[in-house]
Nanobody, 123 residues
Framework: QVQLVESGGGLVQAGGSLRLSCAGS????????MGWFRQAPGKEREFVAA????????NYADSVKGRFTISRDNAKNTVYLQMNSLKPEDTAVYYC????????????????WGQGTQVTVSS
């Protein structure tokens, strides 16, 4: 069992930055691949980024490559999403997710979800 709690969302102007955090609990956190997803109003939830259990590999959606960085600190049971050069189209609820395998997380198959944190980017 893994519990996930996101924080760090808020309102920012276009071009600004935010860092999201996802605090996890549970014995399997440090051996789980992790991911970030987002859902904008009226749209389906979409993949944003993923990271392997040891941080050795990452994967990003094309729309955020070069602007977002996912990282993790297993000693703190925390995963981060650094978001730079934010655009109005990045506005969404961002969800942290935990899965068993890296490829399954990238594919959207995850075992656990956080409650989400709102990110709003004004133009």
């Amino acid at each position: 069992q893994v519990q996930l709690v996101e924080s760090g969302g808020g309102l920012v102007q276009a071009g600004g930055s935010l860092r999201l955090s996802c605090a996890g609990s549970g014995r399997t956190f440090s051996i789980s691949a992790m991911g970030w997803f987002r859902q904008a109003p009226g749209k389906e939830r979409e993949f944003v980024a993923a990271i392997t259990w040891d941080g050795g590999d990452t994967n990003y959606a094309d729309s955020v490559k070069g602007r977002f960085t996912i990282s993790r600190d297993n000693a703190k049971n925390t995963v981060y999403l650094q978001m730079n050069s934010l655009k109005p189209e990045d506005t969404a609820v961002y969800y942290c997710a935990a899965g068993g395998g890296f490829k399954t997380v990238v594919g959207g198959t995850v075992g656990y979800w956080g409650q989400g944190t709102q990110v709003t980017v004004s133009s």
